[in-house]
Each structure stands twice: as C-alpha cells, then as structure tokens.
C-alpha cells in the first residue's frame, strides 16, 4: 500500500511558469525524498530533505517539509517542457528500512 | 560509471510460466531493492538483498523470489505468473549504511498474457 498521496493527481502548466506538488504521508520518517520518472521508466532521485530541515533548494527546485503536518512540497520554477514527468514523493522511515512511495503527479508543461 | 542496469527491458510471458529479471547495481553499491509499479501506481516495495540474504520483504507472496550474487548483482524470480503480475519491474541500489536516494535503474516491463 501507498503510504501517501501527492496532490495534484495531475498538472497542467505552460513553459516558465512554478509548479507546485504536495506530498503528505502517514508515518514518522528519517527523510523524504523526490524522484521523478519520465515515460514509465527508471526513477531519477531529484532531492532528499532531512526530517529536521524545514526547507532544501537544488538548482530550480525547492522541497519544503512540515513534519508536524506530515507534508512535504516540491516546487520547480521557471518549469520547461523537458520538466514534463512523473513524480513522487518517498518516505524513508530510517533504520535500513525501505522507501514508501506516494501515487505521484503528472507533470505536463506545454511549450 | 555506468549506474543500475537491468535486463531484459521487455518480456511477454504466459500466464502460468516462470520468469527472471536481473540487475546490476551501480559500483561502488553493495544492498539491492526491487520494486513494483503498475500502471499509474507509485513503486511497491517488494524486498531487499544485502550481503547476499534477503534482509526486507514486502508484502508479496512467496511466488516472488530472488537471489543476490557475490558481486551484488540480484536477480527477481516470479513463479506461476498472473495477470496482475503485469507491471515495471524496478531495481534499485544504494551503499549500505548511507542515507541518500537510491539509484534505480530503467526497468523491466514484464507484460503476462
């Protein structure tokens, strides 16, 4: 089963503008990472935020993480039609344990 | 540095029959994760080697089995395939004991008709 769910299911933007994804999970974790997938291919780890940072930035992206709501979101800025994918938010519970994934957003910037 | 590889990148199998996947996890990673993803589903976790010993399993039946090799690449057995077993099966790997994202490797579609 999924731990949680990322919000929008799907997203439609056009070129240059944010887009925003939500995350939110169940469970206590270690850290909380993005992946994003193109075309129902391999994962790609895009950012990992720690459970006691609040906020991570990674080039144009921005990862935010609410603990005590059990959230996290990811923004892209500037987004760009290559942007277009899949992603999903992963919960890591520590201790060698494994990686619980959400049912992940469609991206589609339009050109 | 090649990253996770997996073969085949297709299959079509009959419902019924056996089936193996394979992967070969990055350098340098030595602990290997399979997982599941039907269509329009995140990952489902199916279980993890390291040290050659399956050491987590999700919860997936004993039809679903694997191996982990000296040189920690893994393979995937399914035995007695059902449809539902029709899904992207996905690999991935990461250095035990370091907590980072994990490196995943493209996939194997595995379609059961």
């Known amino acids: 089963s999924q731990q949680g769910e990322e919000d929008p299911q799907a997203l439609s933007i056009q070129e240059g503008e944010n887009a925003t994804m939500n995350c939110s999970y169940k469970t206590s974790i270690n850290n909380l990472q993005w992946y994003r997938q193109n075309s129902g291919r391999g994962l790609v780890h895009l950012i990992l935020i720690r459970s006691n940072e609040r906020e991570k930035h990674s080039g144009r992206l921005r990862v935010t993480l609410d603990t005590s709501k059990k959230s996290s979101s990811l923004l892209i800025t500037a987004s760009r039609a290559a942007d277009t994918a899949s992603y999903f938010c992963a919960t890591d519970p520590g201790s060698a344990r494994q990686l619980t994934f959400g049912s992940g957003t469609q991206l589609t910037v339009l050109p | 540095d090649a990253g996770v590889t997996q073969s085949p990148t297709h299959l079509i199998k009959t419902r019924g029959q056996q089936v193996t996947l394979r992967c070969s996890p990055k350098?340098?990673?030595?602990?290997v994760s399979w997982y599941q993803q039907a269509l329009g589903q995140g990952p489902q976790f199916i279980f993890q080697y390291y040290e050659e010993e399956e050491r987590q399993r999700g919860n997936f039946p004993d039809r679903f089995s694997g191996h982990q090799f000296p040189n920690y690449s893994s393979e995937l057995n399914v035995n007695a395939l059902l449809l539902g077993d029709s899904a992207l099966y996905l690999c991935a790997s990461r250095r035990t004991g370091e907590s980072y994202g994990y490196t995943f490797g493209s996939g194997t579609r595995l379609t059961v008709v």
């Open positions: 350098s340098g990673h030595d602990t």
